[in-house]
C-alpha cells in the first residue's frame, strides 16, 4: 500500500481534525491524491482531491469546511476538517483520485462526530 491515512478520532460536533495521508515519494509526485469516506450503509464517496500543482476540489457537502493540502517535503496530503457535523462520520481514506469501484482500498481511519 502506497498511501496512509490517519488522524481519525471521536470529535463533537462544531470541531475540527486534521487528517494525514503519507505516500511514497513516486506516488506523491505523481498522482493526483483524493481523500475519500464511506459511511455506515452508504456508499464510499470522494471528499476532496489535489493534483500535482496543487489544484483543489472538493464535494458539495464539505465545501467551506474542508480544506485538502499537500506538503512537498514530507510526502503528505492532509484534510483539514472544521465545523464537522454527524453526517461526517465515517471511514476516511486516501487514494489516488479514480472510480472508487476499482481502486485497490488501504486502511482508512474512522473520523466519528457526535451531537
Known amino acids: 500500500v502506497q498511501l496512509q491515512a490517519s488522524g481519525g478520532g471521536l470529535v463533537q460536533a462544531g470541531g475540527s481534525l486534521r487528517l494525514s495521508c503519507a505516500a511514497s515519494r513516486t506516488m506523491f509526485e505523481n498522482t493526483v491524491i483524493g481523500w475519500y469516506r464511506q459511511a455506515p450503509g452508504k456508499q464510499r464517496e470522494l471528499v476532496a482531491f489535489?493534483?500535482?500543482?496543487?489544484?483543489?476540489n472538493y464535494a458539495d457537502s464539505v465545501k467551506g469546511r474542508f480544506t485538502i493540502s499537500r506538503d512537498n517535503r514530507e510526502n503528505t496530503v492532509y484534510l483539514q476538517m472544521n465545523s464537522l457535523k454527524p453526517e461526517d462520520t465515517a471511514v476516511y481514506y486516501c487514494?489516488?483520485?479514480?472510480?472508487?469501484?476499482?481502486?485497490?482500498w488501504g486502511q482508512g481511519t474512522l473520523v466519528t462526530v457526535s451531537s
Open positions: 489535489i493534483t500535482i500543482s496543487g489544484r483543489t
Open positions: 487514494n489516488e483520485y479514480g472510480d472508487v469501484l476499482t481502486l485497490n
